[in-house]
């Protein structure tokens, strides 16, 4: 029998990795399609240290969204169309069995506190114009 906390972490995992790919399937931000006219870019850190690994989301009240994986110094580009955006942080999922249980632990370099991972959630947001923009989002595990 397998512990409820294994299978809520595993639950959780695939929720985010589907979130993730619904987010850069749908039109919105993406780290590379073509036709749009903004371009966002920053870094993650969580309590003042780049943030490894994750992905960050994005979702607007008109539906747009999209995403961007973090690069191992915290950093991020993506594209996308113009507007307010709120943010989510998600952790890297980890690669599961037949029956959806980790099959390996992934190496994390810090917990992102739930908080973060939930647009409702996070508090995050972001305003995209036309053009470049930047925006870093420092988390804390308070």
């Known amino acids: 029998m397998k512990s409820p906390d294994v299978v809520m972490f595993a639950a959780r995992f695939l ?3 589907l979130l993730l ?3 850069v399937a749908l039109p919105g931000c993406s780290s590379g399609k073509e036709g749009h006219t903004a371009v966002l870019s920053g870094q993650v850190t969580l309590d003042s240290q780049p943030l490894e690994t994750g992905s960050l989301l994005l979702l607007a009240p008109t539906g747009e969204s999209g995403g961007a994986m973090l690069e191992p110094d915290g950093t991020f580009s993506l594209r996308c169309k113009p507007g307010i955006y709120q943010v989510a942080v998600v ?4 690669e599961t069995g037949p029956e959806g249980v980790p099959v390996a632990p992934i190496a994390v370099p810090a ?3 739930r908080k973060y991972t939930d647009v409702a959630t996070s508090m995050l947001t972001v ?4 053009g470049d923009n930047s925006a870093n989002f ?5």
């Open 15 to 17: 929720l985010a990795s």
């Open 21 to 23: 790919v619904v987010a």
């Open 91 to 94: 952790p890297p999922t980890p």
């Open 111 to 113: 917990d992102v506190p």
């Open 127 to 130: 305003e995209v114009a036309d």
């Open 138 to 142: 420092e988390l804390t595990s308070r």
